[in-house]
């Protein structure tokens, strides 16, 4: 008995083959990237056939595994995530500076990447040390309400015959600086 070989394509015209630049084409997305050039950074665009401008904004093509540098905003707008810019300060904290960068000389596609995959990094830096911040702010707020307000009885003149039983979340006293 002979073995027959079936074709897994039953209409061989239906199945075309991708040219290689479709193939490229879907493994990257055009985004915009914006950015500032310095009075020489205008200079040396000028000198290189660019046309001199301070804002520049140039599409760039950002492979799928670096689609992490990449902001799409509400509209569909694809941008390389330059602005807000984040930077280390001198004490090791991090700033948000909501300018794009600004460069001596037109950069390369690599020093945009660079400088997107670093904003990239800071902004998560910046999220938590923010977060970290607001809620020691909050400890510390709720500790002091309970120093002020947690020895005062509900009976006391005090909290005020007119007004609810004081606790750590609603109090009011009379102290040198006015009502607390």
């Known amino acids: 008995m002979d073995t027959a070989t ?3 394509a039953h209409r061989p015209e239906l199945v075309a083959t ?11 997305l055009t985004v915009s ?11 040396a665009s000028l000198l290189s056939g660019g046309n001199g401008r301070a804002v520049q904004q140039i ?7 670096r689609l992490h540098l990449v902001n799409v905003s509400g ?16 004490q090791d904290a991090v700033l948000r500076i909501d300018a794009p960068p600004t ?7 690599e ?7 670093r904003n990239h990094e800071l902004e998560r830096s910046y999220h938590a040390e923010r977060k970290t911040f607001r809620s020691s702010r909050r400890r510390d707020e709720s500790e ?12 006391s003149d005090a909290a005020g015959a007119a007004h609810a039983s004081p606790s750590p979340r609603r109090c009011s006293l009379a102290t040198e600086r006015g009502r607390v």
């Open 18 to 28: 991708m040219p290689a630049e479709t193939v490229t084409a879907a493994r990257t």
């Open 59 to 65: 599409q760039v093509n950002v492979p799928v595994n």
């Open 6 to 8: 079936r074709s897994v």
């Open 75 to 90: 509209k569909g707008i694809a941008r390389l995530k330059l602005r807000p810019r984040f930077e280390r300060d001198g």
């Open 111 to 117: 020093d945009l990447f660079r400088d997107a995959a």
């Open 33 to 43: 990237a914006t950015y500032l050039l310095s009075e020489t950074g205008r200079k």
């Open 103 to 109: 460069y001596d000389t037109p950069p390369t596609i």
């Open 144 to 155: 002091w309400r309970s120093q002020v307000c947690g020895g005062v009885s509900p009976g």
